[in-house]
């Protein structure tokens, strides 16, 4: 099983990005999917999830109003749209998938999420 990111880079203060996050290895079927990002020198946090069934999104009050999460369940992806950049979203952004999780309970199970990409890094500058 295969959980890959794509899309970080370099961006100016106010700009915009947006993640992919492609699973391989089996369908992800009533499986919870969701972003975490860790800062050099800070503990992983959450960012964002969304369940399998009705699409339920839950996000940190950090990203809330410039973020936001979806998924294609039949492309077994999912996405993560950035605008309004600012540095303190400076990390590297991990995706995650876990069983039949609601997205609010992958906040709370954290680092106990069961699969996890690789990460990919974004820099914003000021």
Same mark, same amino acid.
């Given at each position: 099983v295969q959980?890959?990111?794509?899309?970080?880079?370099?961006?100016?203060?106010?700009?915009?990005?947006?993640?992919? +996050?492609?699973?391989?290895?089996?369908?992800?079927?009533?499986?919870?999917?969701?972003?975490?990002?860790?800062?050099?020198?800070?503990?992983?946090?959450?960012v964002?999830?969304?369940?399998?069934?009705?699409?339920?999104?839950?996000?940190?009050?950090?990203?809330?109003g410039?973020?936001t999460i979806?998924?294609?369940?039949?492309?077994?992806?999912m996405?993560?749209? $950035?605008?309004?950049?600012?540095?303190?979203?400076?990390?590297?952004?991990? +995706?995650?998938?876990?069983?039949?999780?609601?997205?609010?309970? $992958?906040?709370?199970? $954290?680092?106990?999420?069961?699969?996890?990409?690789?990460?990919?890094?974004?820099?914003?500058?000021?």
């Amino acid at each position: 099983v295969q959980l890959v990111e794509s899309g970080g880079g370099l961006v100016q203060a106010g700009g915009s990005l947006r993640f992919s +996050c492609a699973a391989s290895g089996r369908t992800f079927s009533n499986y919870a999917m969701g972003w975490f990002r860790q800062a050099p020198g800070k503990e992983r946090e959450f960012v964002a999830a969304i369940s399998w069934i009705g699409g339920s999104t839950y996000s940190a009050d950090s990203v809330k109003g410039r973020f936001t999460i979806s998924r294609d369940n039949a492309k077994n992806a999912m996405y993560l749209q $950035m605008n309004s950049l600012k540095p303190e979203d400076t990390a590297v952004y991990y +995706c995650a998938a876990d069983f039949s999780t609601s997205a609010q309970a $992958m906040g709370v199970r $954290m680092n106990y999420n069961e699969y996890w990409g690789q990460g990919t890094q974004v820099t914003v500058s000021s």
